[in-house]
């Protein structure tokens, strides 16, 4: 019943900045929880952080090293990721993704979500 469009990828130089939306459509409840995930060439696909639709929780990998910040606008359904600091290390096609099974915590798996956008390619260049 969910559907998922990313959107904001693009190029961006070393250092820059760069926000990615994922927008919602279909139903949706406080008990979400929506993801980020990328992937390189010949890689697997990674976790980039998570958000309850509520806003109560984030969590991120470890690997963005502070830098990334996740966040949702309820009345625009719709889920943002403010990258910052960029590196060419993050040239990836990210993908947004939503679990709506109830969660005691935020699924850092991609097997652990059930819905999936189609990605947006997003390239840092030096």
């Known amino acids: 019943q969910v559907q998922l469009v990313e959107s904001g990828g693009g190029l961006v130089q070393a250092g820059g900045s760069l926000r990615i939306l994922c927008a919602a459509s279909?139903?949706?409840?406080?008990?979400?929880?929506m993801g980020w995930f990328r992937q390189a060439p010949g890689k697997e696909r990674e976790f980039v952080a998570a958000i309850r639709w509520s806003g109560s929780s984030t969590y991120y990998a470890t690997s963005v090293e502070a830098r990334f910040t996740i966040s949702r606008d309820s009345a625009k359904n719709t889920v943002y990721l403010q990258m910052g600091s960029l590196k060419p290390e993050y040239t990836a096609v990210y993908y947004c993704?939503?679990?709506?099974?109830?969660?005691?915590?935020?699924?850092?798996?991609?097997?652990?979500?059930?819905?999936w956008g189609q990605g947006t390619l997003f390239t840092v260049s030096t």
């Open positions: 993704a939503a679990n709506t099974r109830p969660s005691r915590g935020l699924p850092v798996v991609a097997g652990d979500y059930d819905t």
């Open positions: 279909g139903p949706t409840f406080s008990t979400y929880v």
